[in-house]
Each structure stands twice: as structure tokens, then as C-alpha cells.
């Protein structure tokens, strides 16, 4: 043998006799490979240095694996991975040695696609175990191979460049998401076409048969749809791989979960379709509306064969036409019959024109803005009148365009024989419709859209739940657009048998007289005309609610013959509805995965492969159970305190951007992350069609693996996705399109109220407090608030002084008995101590103030229970008397009893009211009584939990207590001393609560997908079904009518929403949770359903909380700590937003805001400010006008020295008996209407739909009717309502 490498000769990559040893010895060449890097060994003092005989083409000995493990390499670990690399050859080394223990170590990659190798380094051909291993020893030594050329060329210096940049990309999918490039389709010079036009934007889009005026952004997206749909986009590398670059500084091609290394990356064809995931409101509906209108006359073209050519025919010159195409295909079918010669003659002008007319339609949209264009336009309109005026116009329509499919072999040699079965071909009907795939609430919205965006109104057909659908052939030929429901879509999986579809008959029906066109009447095959039709277009919208991919939907759209297909969809991931929320405080933020994440990411693998086959929505139904329990169990980290306004007034905070320090954690992705991905993939994969994912072991191995390894996603892996969402995707930043949408109003008062006379009272005493403090510590010494070693004190004493002006109670905050023994101390040692003449004034003004509120019983008494308390009028004194926590201070106001009742009182008293109206008032202040004593039980009980919990915090930080300054209102911000209280603020988080809200998101998505005019409304359940009973009219509390409260913000907020909630919904923002649990109680008060994003409750729960409140009518007020506004949380069903009491950072404070006032927001904007008049809250507006008109940078709250000043120079309020701040009068109960008439029955008067927006109109269309005896005319007719 004469084989230049002889048997005995070793391979020059692993230096021993392997399985490539044969090969010529250039194959491995080192230009061939991939220069990586270097890396450095330190070898053990007794190690001998490597003695070598050989030099490679770089000039340094090459490192083989017999030599390598030879070495005594200081840090073992290395040598295995090295040496495995080198053996399997992934890499090839050679090495030089710096100094005596030092040995540089130069790394050269062997791609995969290494010419000369018989494919066998290929990613297939090794073996399973091998990758396995290559692949964790390339992840362990790749992100250390240094690219510094000095130490290439032998030197020595610390790198600061690597190969793989392993540095943390902690993005989230929805940060992802949100950074894609808006869309920059190319415009072609060569001929002018639509995309051209779209991209010009002095061109008003004449002759597109359009009403409305795109927008900019909008023709862009348009313009990238045509693009793809064009085929013109150029090939794009393989979006699975990212590129790294060498020592040589050319590029080679990366996987990151296979950690495959590729030197040419093969390229791949983009989608002809794609995700249309324009943000909510953006006018999606619009643009497919024009994408459909700048292509309305264009064909369907046959699918693609390598194998057979696939010319589009029509009957007339299948059966006629002499010429090559149509006579092979005939003889295909009938190979024996050679056709006659009487049929075959040359075609007459006329079939000519026929067949061109059918298979080859003038399809350019001409410009009417131009003359020539106008004029085009008129003869093509003129042409088709003139042929519909023909006899003949039967004619061409029987000649319909549609091409034969024949399934490819899989042995990729065609069956040449007839036979039964796939090798017979199937006809297709080409045809210029789009199908739309819709909810089948937005059915009727579609229809509208047409209407409303069309000037020349397309044919569309409805098919609704329980109508036929045409043949395929009318479906192909005579429509448009074509809208189906879901539901309706997904019902045809019930006629799927294509094997009918496939037949060697060929139609032999007779021809029309005078024509030689065949007048068809062959049965059509009893399979779904939906998969009879090459289909131009399909659109999927998703609608409002995303994973509506049901499984029923994915296995049929996949059936159906599609040139391009879109997804429609606002939010392309679970995730993504309400973005980003959670993702700051998720488990997996702190680098260790919460118990969820891991317990649920074991077994991953196995649901990978379930969800290929069963898609995900099933899952989200799941999830309410199954996720709900399992997090349950988890609590959610408390977000830190974060500072954005009045109550915490440090600005650094921590929802601002990551600082350089914080990435170093990774972000581990978690099993939500997983879903997102899953789904992405799979709609990519099932219904955009990429080819590239089709293979679920190829999105396992290549993008799942390399995004969930548990150390957190891998180097490259996060670019890969987002390659891979581009690819795909459309979609504007959202800034770019705020660039040209005009927003509706957004309006923002300051409401100044003032305080009422009992939160006065603490209000004075709180500011006294100060005062004392100020002259007991003669402002200087470290007892003074201000001294700076108190910040965190200062901070604490801001935000009690914020809670009280919406309402606040606690006597250690401000224990009155002893501030009074203080102050008179003050006052005797007044001589003493030489204090100044105005403090002296102070003292004295502080001490009267005291002593208003601690002489006074109703003052003192409301001190016992946290809630607010509210003025009851006309109600019983007796029950008064046992259901008030505070019996003793009862009035009479014209003629009626009249005093104050807790909140938590009167809502158990109406419900004991409402399930016993007739109940007499001495059973009613028996259980009041015993409510009472229970109540007291429970506050005892509690309050020595707390005192205990107390005792031991007490003890635990003793020193660190005894340093803080005296007389400091200082109080824990977590402990509340009231049992109502209490509970109602732990009612977000309760499981009642929470399975209420689910049960109502799952009312409102079936509401959603509720078919029109099929379903009847009754049948979903009403959550208010049940009607008050006419006995409450009889009842003990019939006349008893809730005041105001103590709050005067409160009262004015349940006014403001008494006033406007049944027309919008409110967003209010607090900063303090408990000033959200005291709307939440005033809300159930006045029985308006609420929903309140709170961290006590999971991520998950979070989410559907959201969901909840933008798709169901049932809950008016979104309650929200301000923390949580600069979320991205798209809540743009609220057209009002409250701030519970001012917010000092402007950015802060327009990021909640933007929550309602964003794209998709229709109604103008109204937001509120809520602040105490006189005190520090207005000087914060006031100062924050001031500093942002002076375009200055707005300092720290309390760094600001006006604010400060104010707050260190207390002042007291004087109650103003003429305040006109709104109030409260409704009634406790409420009542049905009063039963007039005994016979007369109301009850059949319950109109669940009345105040419904879902209430739409109701329209079935009969297909029958349309398609029957006279086919709309092109264009221009539109079914009779
Ligand atoms: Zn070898
Ligand atoms: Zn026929």
C-alpha cells in the first residue's frame, strides 16, 4: 500500500494511533483549525519538563495526549479534561515552556465540519457519551482560554480578554423581549412595489384600497410582513449558533448548548411568515388588514418540490393544452390512454386568456395618487366589469387555478407506477384568500375593523359555530378574507383523512356548450374543504389572552397547506401579558433557585417531550391549581424597601438599574422562564414553521439545555435566543412607537384636603412630639432628630408622619400619658435650662395640644383599634351600643343616633342582616355583645403575642435600642394592634380571596371565548346572581346610613369611586401597605370588588391578578404599593389613578402612571394626588413644582433643605369647621327595590349582560345564503346585516 500515512504513523492531533490516524496528516493542518486561545499549566516543582522531537506548523511542539498526562500539572483537574479534549480530538494544543513550572499551552479548536474527515468529527456521527463529556470539559476550560496576544506568543501578563465571554447576561425574557429591534425592512431599488411604497411615507398609499392613514411605524411593520412573505429577505445564518471570534480574528460559529464549533455556518431561508407582537393597542388588526390589501389579488403558489415541477393549472388546460407541462401530467394519469388527437389542437385566443386569467392574475396595486397610475387602475376596473358583463364569465370562474401535490418519497425516488394511496397526487386549490383564525369574541371586531379600515370593502365569509363550511373550491375562489372562531377551526380536526384526497381520476365531466372549459359537478371528497385549499395566508390572533395555542388548534393548523403564516399576538409568552413583573424578586434573582424552581425543574425532560405533542395551554390551566399549591408553600422574598416617595426617601432604589457589581450572580432561569420558552419555540416551530425547530430534540440539545443549565444560562445563550426572536418577530420598541402615537388626555390634580378633627388631634400631638424633642435635645445633641447619627430614625418618623395623614393610630407611637409628663418637665425646667423665649412659646403650644387630645374620651377610645373608624347615623342605640368599639360616644343628630363604628363592625353586621333579615334587635345586641367579647379575646391575645414578640426583640438588640433618642415616635412598622385591621389586611393574601379572583379570570376568559349568539350569557355564572332579599326593607339596620370616616382621604377616594366606578376602573398607589389594607376594608364597606397586587402573595398569583383585572368587568379598583408601579405592568383598563399621598421622585411617579396611560389606553387619563393642606405633604408639591420647573436635579427628600426644614420646625393644625371636603352618606344595606305591588315578581328582571361591555351583536351568517345562488361580486358587495 502506498498510502501516504502509513498504519504505524500517529495521529497528529492526539499523538496516538486512533481511528484518524490513516488520515493525511494535512488534514488536521493548523490553518484548518480554530485558534482559540492560550492557556497557562503550572506544573509541580518535581515535574520534568516535556521533552519533544516534533514541531508544529506554529513553531511550538505539539501537545499530545500521551505527553499531557505524562505532565504533573499543578492543579489536577486539568489534566483529564485536557487530555479527553485532545483524545477525541475537539482540541488541538501546542505548548511552550515559559519557565521551568510555567508551560503556555496554545488552544486550537477542531470544528466539526473539519473538511477531509469523512463527516465523521460531525455532530451525529460521535457518539452520545462522547459530546456528553467533550461538552462539559469545553464549558469548564473555554471560558478560561485567554486571548491576550502576549501570552500567544509565550508571554506572561493576567488576561483580561477570553474566548467565551462568560460574563452574565441576566436578562429575562420579557427584558429580552422588550430590547428586540424594531423592525428596518429594506426597500428595494429595483422595481417599485408595495414594500417601496409603504417605506416612502410622502406616498399616501393610493389604490391600497385603504380608509384609515397608517402610521409610520405601523407601514414599517407592514413593510417587513411583505419582506418575508416576499422571499426576498436574504438567507441568515443559522440563528442556533452565535459567532466568536479567533486569535486571527475571523469569525468561527458557536452552539451554545451543543458546544459545537463550526468554521462555515450553512445558511437558512427565513420564514415566509412570522409573530406579529406589536405592543396592546398598536394597531396589529390594521396592519394585517393592509398586508392583506396590498396582496389581495395574489395567488397562492404551489409548495415547493425538489422532486417534481408543480405548474399552476386550470381544468380548461389540464384537459386541452398541448404543451408539456399539461400534456406530462396527463399522460401521468393516464399512461396507457395516449389522449386523443381530436382533443389536443392548439389552444384558441380565448382559452388562452381564460387559463392566464385564472392562473396568472394582474396582480400590481396601481398608484390612483398618479395619472398613469389612476388610469391603470380605471382599466383594470373597467376589464373586470366588461368580463363579469360576458357570458362567458361562468366560464372563467369554473376555471379555477389549483395545482396537483404529490407527497415527496421519503426514499426520495418517486413511485412512478398509478397506485392507491400517498403516491397518487392531490388537488389543491391555489386561491388569493387569507384565513383568519380568530377568538371568537373578536370575530365581530375583525368584521368592524374591515369595515372601518377598507374603502374598497373586501369579501369576507364568517363561519360561525354550527354553520357548513363551502367547498373548498367556492372557499378558494370567492372570498378574501375568510374569519373563523376557534372553536369552529378547530372542529374541522374531525374530517382530516387527506388519503381521500389523493386519487388518480382525473374530472371528466362534460364542458360548458360552446366551451371547452368542463362544467364540474364531480362530489367533492368528504375531508375538510379547509385542506382542499392552498391556503396564501393563515393568521392566528391570540386575542387578549395569551397560550390560546390550544392543543386542538396546533395538530390541525399543521394539516393545512400554507404559503405564510402569522401569529397575531400582544404577547407572545405567558409572561409577557403583564411584562416584567416578578422578575426583580423571583426565586432565582438571588442565585439560588427557590424550592419550586428546583423541585419542578427535575423531570423537565420528560415534560418537554409531552408539551411537543400537547402544546401549553393545557398548562395554564394546570397552573392554576398545581402552581398555586406549590408556591403557596413559598413565600415570596418581601422586595426590599424601596424609596420612591414621601414614606421612604431614599432615591437609590433598588428597581434602578443593576450596578456592574450585581452581575456577577447569574440569573438562574426557572421553570416559568421554561414555559415562555417552551411556547415560544413551539409556535415557532408548529405554526410559523421553522424548519430548524421542527425537531424537539434539536430545541432540547441546542436552545432548552443551554438556557436552563443550573448554573444559569450558558455563554452565548441569551444572544442565541434573542437571534432567534428576531428572526422571527415584529415588533416596535415601545419607545418608537410612542414616538408617533398621540396618547389619549392625561390629567393630574393635586387634591388638598384637610384633616378631620380627630386624625387633628394626632396630627398635633405627633408634631408636638417633635417639638419636645427639638427643645429637650436643645437641637444639637445626639438625642435630636436631626443629629445625623438618627437618619434611619428621621426616615422612620417621616413615614409615620405620612401614614398618619391618611390615618394612623397606635399608642407607642406616641404614648399621650407620658408625652404630657414630658412636656410639663419641659415646661417647669424651662428657668433651668436657659430655652430660648420661641421655644418657650412652643412648649406651651405643644402642651395645649396635648392636652386637647388626651382630655378628650372619643380621641382616647379610638386609640384601641387601628381601623378607621366611620359616622354611622339612624342606627339603633342598643345595637349601636354592642356592635361599636366605642359605645360611649354616641350623639343624637335630628333625631337619629349617630356615632362612630369600625369598619370590619358593620360589615359583619350586614351580613348577619342579610343572612337573617327579620332578626330582632335583641338577638342582634346579643351577638353584638358576644362579637365583642370575642373581638376582645382575640385583641389580648394578640396584643400579648406582640408584646412577647416584642420583649424578645427587645432583649435581642438592647444595646442597640438604648441608643435611640428619646421621645423619637418610633414605632415598628409591622405590627398592627387591632385584630379587624388586622385580618382585613391580610385579605389579598387570603386563599378565599385568591380562588374568588380565579374563579372569576376563568368566568371572563370563557366570557371571552364566549361564540356569539350560540352561547347563552346566562349559562356563565354571574358573580353578583344572588338578589338581596325584599325582607331587608323590614329589617332592624333598613335606615342606617355609613358616613364619613375619620380619613378624609379615605372619604374621598370611595367617593371617587362610588362616583366613577361603574364607568372606569381605578388604579390607586400607596406606598404603605396599610394604607392599602384601609381602602381595601372601605371597599368592602361599600361592596366594590377590588383586586390588590401584594407581596404577600406568590409571583404567579401576581400575575393572574392582572389578568383578572384587564379582562374581567367585575373588579373596579386595582390596589398597588407604589414599589411595584415601575414594573412594566400594562394596566391600561384604569382610566384613573389615585396616589394615596405625594410622590417625590418624578420618575417614580410617571412610571405608575404609565401603567394606564401607555399605548392601547382609549380614554383620557386622570390622575390624582392626594395631600394634607398645611402640612409637609404640601410643601413637597410645592418644592417639587419649584425644582423640576428649575430643571435642577431633585435631591433626596430629605436632603432637600426646605422640606427638611419644615419638618424640623413642626407647626399645628387648627381644625377649620368650614372644610368642604367630601363626605359620605350611603346606606349600610342595600336594598332591593320596595316591593309595591305584593303580586308583582321582580325577581325574572335580572339583566346579567346590562352593564356588560362584552355585549356585542349578535349576527349568524348563513353561508347557504351567500354561497348559493348569487356569489357576492368581486369586491364590492358585503353581506346584508
Ligand atoms: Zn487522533
Ligand atoms: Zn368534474
Same mark, same amino acid.
Given at each position: 500500500m502506498s498510502s501516504p500515512s502509513s498504519p504505524k504513523s500517529l495521529c497528529s492531533v492526539c499523538g496516538t494511533l486512533c481511528s484518524f490516524s490513516h488520515l493525511p496528516s494535512n488534514v488536521f493542518s493548523i490553518a484548518k483549525l480554530i485558534p482559540a486561545g492560550s492557556l497557562e499549566l503550572n506544573l509541580k516543582s518535581d515535574s520534568v519538563p516535556p521533552s519533544f522531537s516534533k514541531i508544529a506548523e506554529d513553531g511550538w511542539p505539539p501537545m499530545h495526549?500521551?505527553?499531557?498526562?505524562?505532565?504533573?500539572?499543578?492543579?489536577?483537574?486539568?489534566?483529564?479534561?485536557?487530555?479527553?479534549?485532545?483524545?477525541? +480530538?475537539?482540541?488541538?494544543?501546542?505548548?511552550? /515552556? +515559559?519557565?521551568?513550572?510555567?508551560?503556555?499551552?496554545?488552544?486550537?479548536?477542531?470544528?466539526?465540519?473539519?473538511?477531509?474527515?469523512?463527516?465523521?468529527?460531525?455532530?451525529?456521527?460521535?457518539?452520545?457519551? &462522547?459530546?456528553?463529556?467533550?461538552?462539559?470539559?469545553?464549558?469548564?476550560?473555554?471560558?478560561?482560554?485567554?486571548?491576550?496576544?502576549?501570552?500567544?506568543?509565550?508571554?506572561?501578563?493576567?488576561?483580561?480578554?477570553?474566548?467565551?465571554?462568560?460574563?452574565?447576561?441576566?436578562?429575562?425574557?420579557?427584558?429580552?423581549?422588550?430590547?428586540?429591534?424594531?423592525?428596518?425592512?429594506?426597500?428595494? $431599488?429595483?422595481?417599485?412595489?408595495?414594500?417601496?411604497?409603504?417605506?416612502?411615507?410622502?406616498?399616501?398609499?393610493?389604490?391600497?384600497?385603504?380608509?384609515?392613514?397608517?402610521?409610520?411605524?405601523?407601514? !414599517?411593520?407592514?413593510?417587513?410582513?411583505?419582506?418575508?412573505?416576499?422571499?426576498?429577505?436574504?438567507?441568515?445564518?443559522?440563528?442556533?449558533?452565535?459567532?466568536? $471570534?479567533?486569535?486571527?480574528?475571523?469569525?468561527?460559529?458557536?452552539?451554545?448548548?451543543?458546544?459545537?464549533? /463550526?468554521?462555515?455556518?450553512?445558511?437558512?431561508?427565513?420564514?415566509?411568515?412570522?409573530?406579529?407582537?406589536?405592543?396592546?393597542?398598536?394597531?396589529?388588526?390594521?396592519?394585517?388588514?393592509?398586508?392583506?390589501?396590498?396582496?389581495?389579488?395574489?395567488?397562492?403558489?404551489?409548495?415547493?418540490?425538489?422532486?417534481?415541477?408543480?405548474?399552476?393549472l386550470t381544468p380548461l388546460a389540464l384537459r386541452h393544452f398541448p404543451s408539456g407541462d399539461f400534456a406530462s401530467i396527463r399522460e401521468k394519469f393516464s399512461p396507457r390512454k395516449r389522449a386523443s388527437q381530436s382533443q389536443i389542437r392548439v389552444p384558441s385566443f380565448r382559452d388562452i386568456l381564460l387559463h392566464l386569467l385564472s392562473s396568472n392574475p394582474d396582480i400590481s396595486i396601481p398608484n390612483t395618487t398618479t395619472e398613469s397610475g389612476l388610469r391603470k387602475y380605471q382599466r383594470q376596473e373597467h376589464f373586470l366589469e366588461l368580463l363579469e358583463s360576458l357570458p362567458y364569465d361562468l366560464w372563467r370562474k369554473s376555471n379555477f387555478p389549483f395545482y396537483l401535490h404529490q407527497d415527496d418519497d421519503p426514499t426520495g425516488h418517486r413511485i412512478s407506477s398509478r397506485g392507491q394511496g400517498y403516491s397518487a397526487p392531490r388537488l389543491l386549490y391555489l386561491t388569493s384568500a387569507t384565513l383568519i383564525v380568530a377568538p371568537a369574541n373578536l370575530i365581530s371586531q375583525w368584521d368592524r375593523e374591515i369595515l372601518k379600515h377598507c374603502e374598497v370593502v373586501p369579501r369576507v365569509l364568517i363561519i360561525r359555530s354550527g354553520t357548513r363550511l363551502p367547498s373548498a373550491k367556492d372557499l378558494a375562489t370567492l372570498y378574501d378574507i375568510i374569519l373563523m372562531p376557534y372553536n369552529r377551526f378547530s372542529d374541522e380536526d374531525k374530517r382530516t383523512d387527506v388519503k381521500k384526497l389523493h386519487s388518480w381520476k382525473l374530472c371528466v365531466c362534460p364542458e360548458f356548450p360552446d366551451s371547452r372549459v368542463p362544467k364540474c359537478t364531480c362530489r367533492p371528497p368528504d375531508v375538510s374543504s379547509l385542506l382542499q385549499v392552498r391556503w396564501k395566508r393563515l393568521v392566528i390572533d391570540e386575542g387578549h389572552v395569551s397560550a390560546s395555542l390550544s392543543t386542538r388548534l396546533t395538530p390541525f393548523s399543521k394539516l393545512l397547506s400554507v404559503q405564510h403564516r402569522w401569529i397575531v399576538t400582544g404577547t407572545p409568552t405567558t409572561n409577557l401579558l403583564g411584562l416584567s413583573f416578578g422578575n426583580k424578586s423571583s426565586g432565582g434573582e438571588s442565585g439560588v433557585p427557590s424550592h419550586a424552581d428546583l423541585d419542578l425543574n427535575v423531570g423537565g425532560d420528560t415534560d418537554v417531550e409531552m408539551d411537543a405533542e400537547v402544546g401549553i395551554v393545557e398548562r395554564m390551566d394546570v397552573d392554576f391549581e398545581v402552581e398555586q399549591r406549590v408556591e403557596e408553600s413559598v413565600p415570596e422574598p418581601l422586595a426590599t424597601e424601596s424609596s420612591s416617595s414621601f414614606l421612604t426617601a431614599d432615591p437609590d432604589s433598588p428597581s434602578s438599574s443593576p450596578t456592574p457589581l450585581d452581575v456577577e450572580t447569574p440569573r438562574i432561569w426557572n421553570r416559568l422562564d421554561r414555559l415562555d420558552v417552551e411556547k415560544l419555540t413551539s409556535m415557532v416551530a408548529h405554526f410559523v414553521g421553522m424548519k430548524l425547530l421542527a425537531d424537539q430534540q434539536i430545541v432540547k440539545s441546542h436552545i432548552l439545555d443551554a438556557l436552563f443549565d443550573n448554573k444559569g444560562p450558558r455563554p452565548g445563550a441569551i444572544q442565541m435566543l434573542t437571534h432567534l426572536m428576531e428572526s422571527v418577530m415584529i415588533r416596535h420598541r415601545i419607545d418608537d412607537v410612542e414616538e408617533e402615537v398621540v396618547l389619549p388626555r392625561l390629567d393630574h390634580e393635586h387634591i388638598y384636603l384637610s384633616l378631620s378633627p380627630l386624625a387633628a388631634m394626632s396630627y398635633n400631638a405627633f408634631q408636638a412630639s417633635i417639638a419636645i424633642n427639638a427643645i429637650d435635645s436643645e437641637r444639637q445633641d445626639e438625642d435630636y432628630m436631626f443629629h445625623p447619627r438618627n437618619s434611619d430614625a428621621l426616615q422612620t418618623t417621616v413615614k409615620n408622619m405620612s401614614q398618619l395623614l391618611f390615618w394612623s393610630v397606635d399608642d407607642r407611637l406616641y404614648n399621650i400619658d407620658e408625652l404630657k409628663k414630658t412636656n410639663l418637665e419641659v415646661l417647669q425646667d424651662v428657668n433651668k435650662r436657659n430655652i430660648p423665649q420661641a421655644d418657650i412659646e412652643l412648649a406651651k403650644e405643644s402642651y395645649m395640644h396635648i392636652y386637647i387630645a388626651a382630655e378628650s374620651p372619643l380621641w382616647r377610645s379610638i386609640q384601641s383599634s387601628e381601623d378607621i373608624p366611620y359616622l354611622v347615623h339612624g342606627i339603633n342605640p342598643m345595637i349601636f351600643k354592642s356592635w361599636s368599639r366605642l359605645p360611649d360616644n354616641t350623639w343624637v343628630k335630628g333625631g337619629l343616633t349617630t356615632g362612630y363604628v369600625h369598619p370590619d363592625r358593620l360589615i359583619r353586621l350586614r351580613q348577619l342582616i342579610i343572612r337573617n333579615p327579620l332578626i330582632s334587635v335583641t338577638k342582634v345586641t346579643y351577638l353584638g355583645e358576644m362579637a365583642s367579647a370575642k373581638d376582645l379575646e382575640h385583641r389580648k391575645a394578640y396584643q400579648e403575642m406582640v408584646r412577647r414578640k416584642e420583649g424578645k426583640e427587645r432583649k435581642d438588640r438592647k444595646s442597640e435600642r438604648s441608643k435611640l433618642p428619646k421621645h423619637i415616635p418610633v414605632k415598628q412598622q409591622d405590627t398592627h394592634n387591632s385584630t379587624g385591621l388586622f385580618n382585613s389586611s391580610k385579605t389579598a393574601a387570603s386563599s378565599d380571596t385568591i380562588k374568588e379572583m380565579q374563579q372569576e379570570l376563568q368566568a371572563s376568559l370563557a366570557r371571552l371565548e364566549m361564540e356569539e349568539g350560540v352561547l347563552d350569557p346566562s349559562a356563565i355564572p354571574s358573580p353578583n346572581a344572588t338578589q338581596p332579599s325584599a325582607l331587608l326593607h323590614s329589617s332592624v339596620i333598613a335606615g342606617v346610613r355609613v358616613g364619613s370616616s375619620a380619613s378624609t382621604k379615605l372619604n374621598y377616594i370611595i367617593n371617587d369611586v362610588l362616583k366613577y366606578s361603574e364607568q372606569e376602573k381605578f388604579l390607586i398607589f400607596s406606598d404603605s401597605e396599610l394604607t392599602l389594607a384601609h381602602i381595601a376594608e372601605a371597599l368592602q364597606l361599600v361592596e366594590v370588588k377590588f383586586l390588590r397586587f401584594s407581596t404577600q402573595v406568590p409571583t404567579r398569583i401576581r400575575e393572574q391578578t392582572v389578568?383578572?383585572?384587564?379582562?374581567?368587568? &367585575?373588579?373596579?379598583?386595582?390596589?398597588?404599593?407604589?414599589?411595584?408601579?415601575?414594573?412594566?405592568?400594562?394596566? &391600561?383598563?384604569?382610566?384613573?389613578?389615585?396616589?394615596?399621598?405625594?410622590?417625590?421622585?418624578?420618575?417614580?411617579?410617571?412610571?405608575?402612571?404609565? !401603567?394606564? +396611560?401607555?399605548?392601547?389606553?382609549?380614554?383620557?387619563?386622570?390622575?390624582?394626588?392626594?395631600?394634607?393642606?398645611?402640612?409637609?405633604?404640601?410643601?413637597?408639591?410645592?418644592?417639587?413644582?419649584?425644582?423640576?420647573?428649575?430643571?435642577?436635579?431633585?435631591?433626596?427628600?430629605l436632603e432637600e433643605t426646605e422640606i427638611r426644614h419644615f419638618i424640623a420646625n413642626p407647626r399645628f393644625i387648627l381644625v377649620n369647621p368650614d372644610a368642604k371636603d367630601p363626605g359620605l352618606d350611603i346606606p349600610l344595606l342595600r336594598l332591593p327595590p320596595a316591593p309595591q305591588l305584593p303580586a308583582s315578581t321582580t325577581n325574572n328582571s335580572i339583566d346579567v349582560t346590562c352593564s356588560s361591555p362584552l355585549k356585542r351583536r349578535v349576527r349568524v351568517m348563513d353561508p347557504q345564503e351567500s354561497s348559493g345562488g348569487s356569489p357576492p361580486k368581486k369586491r364590492t358587495v358585503r353581506f346584508a346585516e
Open positions: 495526549a500521551p505527553t499531557l498526562e505524562s505532565l504533573d500539572i499543578l492543579l489536577e483537574e486539568f489534566t483529564r479534561p485536557l487530555s479527553f479534549l485532545i483524545r477525541h +480530538h475537539f482540541i488541538f494544543t501546542t505548548y511552550y /515552556l +515559559h519557565s521551568a513550572h510555567v508551560l503556555k499551552l496554545r488552544v486550537y479548536i477542531v470544528p466539526y465540519d473539519l473538511p477531509g474527515c469523512q463527516g465523521r468529527l460531525s455532530y451525529r456521527a460521535r457518539s452520545r457519551e &462522547v459530546l456528553n463529556a467533550g461538552q462539559t470539559y469545553m464549558l469548564m476550560l473555554l471560558p478560561l482560554v485567554s486571548q491576550e496576544p502576549e501570552n500567544w506568543h509565550g508571554g506572561q501578563v493576567t488576561p483580561s480578554a477570553f474566548f467565551l465571554d462568560s460574563s452574565m447576561d441576566r436578562r429575562t425574557l420579557p427584558e429580552i423581549y422588550g430590547a428586540l429591534p424594531s423592525p428596518s425592512p429594506q426597500s428595494f $431599488t429595483t422595481d417599485s412595489d408595495s414594500i417601496n411604497r409603504l417605506l416612502d411615507y410622502r406616498d399616501d398609499l393610493g389604490g391600497f384600497g385603504l380608509h384609515s392613514t397608517l402610521l409610520f411605524y405601523q407601514r !414599517r411593520s407592514v413593510a417587513m410582513m411583505l419582506q418575508k412573505e416576499s422571499g426576498r429577505s436574504p438567507d441568515v445564518p443559522n440563528p442556533l449558533y452565535v459567532p466568536l $471570534t479567533d486569535m486571527n480574528g475571523k469569525i468561527c460559529h458557536y452552539q451554545p448548548g451543543t458546544t459545537e464549533f /463550526l468554521k462555515e455556518l450553512y445558511m437558512v431561508t427565513p420564514t415566509q411568515g412570522g409573530v406579529l407582537c406589536e405592543e396592546l393597542g398598536t394597531g396589529k388588526t390594521i396592519m394585517i388588514l393592509t398586508l392583506i390589501l396590498s396582496t389581495i389579488k395574489q395567488l397562492s403558489s404551489p409548495e415547493n418540490s425538489f422532486i417534481d415541477s408543480r405548474p399552476v389578568l383578572t383585572f384587564e379582562t374581567s368587568d &367585575v373588579y373596579r379598583v386595582f390596589l398597588m404599593e407604589l414599589k411595584h408601579g415601575a414594573r412594566g405592568l400594562n394596566l &391600561v383598563s384604569a382610566s384613573r389613578v389615585i396616589f394615596c399621598e405625594p410622590v417625590w421622585q418624578i420618575d417614580v411617579e410617571s412610571q405608575a402612571i404609565k !401603567r394606564a +396611560h401607555r399605548i392601547g389606553q382609549t380614554r383620557p387619563v386622570k390622575v390624582k394626588t392626594l395631600a394634607i393642606s398645611n402640612t409637609a405633604e404640601e410643601k413637597m408639591l410645592e418644592r417639587r413644582q419649584i425644582l423640576k420647573q428649575g430643571g435642577s436635579k431633585i435631591p433626596k427628600l
